[in-house]
C-alpha cells in the first residue's frame, strides 16, 4: 500500500509566499513524474507543475516565474515553492504521482488528499 501524505497549505497575503510537500510512502518500487494540480471553487481540476524523474520541468502559464517545482528521490517528495501568491491562485492543491509498487511492479497513478491554500488580504 502506498500513500501520499501533503502539507504546507495555509493562509496567505497577496505576494506571500509558501511551500508545499508531498511525501509517498509504503511499498514503492519507484517513482517517476511527480506533480501538482489544483482547484479552485467552480473549475475544473489543473495542472500547476510538473517534474519528471530526470528532474524536467513544466509549469502552467499562470504560475511561470512564481511556483517552483522539485523534488528529493531519496525522500520521495516532491515540493512545491509558491511566491508572489495572487488571489487567483486559491484552491485546493493536489499532488500526483506516477510509479511501480512492490511486489508486482503494477504501474499506479496516486493522488494526495489535498491542502487548501488561501491567498487573501
Known amino acids: 500500500q502506498v500513500q501520499l501524505v501533503e502539507s504546507g497549505g495555509g493562509l496567505v497575503r497577496p505576494g506571500g509566499s509558501l511551500r508545499l510537500s508531498c511525501a509517498a510512502s509504503?511499498?514503492?518500487?519507484?517513482?517517476?513524474?511527480m506533480g501538482w494540480y489544483r482547484q479552485a471553487p467552480g473549475k475544473e481540476r489543473e495542472l500547476v507543475a510538473g517534474?519528471?524523474?530526470?528532474?524536467?520541468?513544466n509549469y502552467a502559464d499562470s504560475v511561470k516565474g512564481r511556483f517552483t517545482i522539485s523534488r528529493d528521490n531519496a525522500k520521495n517528495t516532491v515540493y512545491l515553492q509558491m511566491n508572489g501568491l495572487e488571489p487567483e491562485d486559491t484552491a485546493v492543491y493536489f499532488c500526483?504521482?506516477?510509479?511501480?509498487?512492490?511486489?508486482?511492479?503494477?504501474?499506479?497513478?496516486?493522488w494526495g488528499q489535498g491542502t487548501l491554500v488561501t491567498v487573501s488580504s
Open positions: 509504503g511499498s514503492i518500487f519507484s517513482i517517476n513524474a
Open positions: 517534474i519528471t524523474s530526470g528532474s524536467s520541468t
Open positions: 500526483n504521482v506516477h510509479g511501480r509498487i512492490l511486489p508486482t511492479l503494477r504501474y499506479l497513478e496516486l
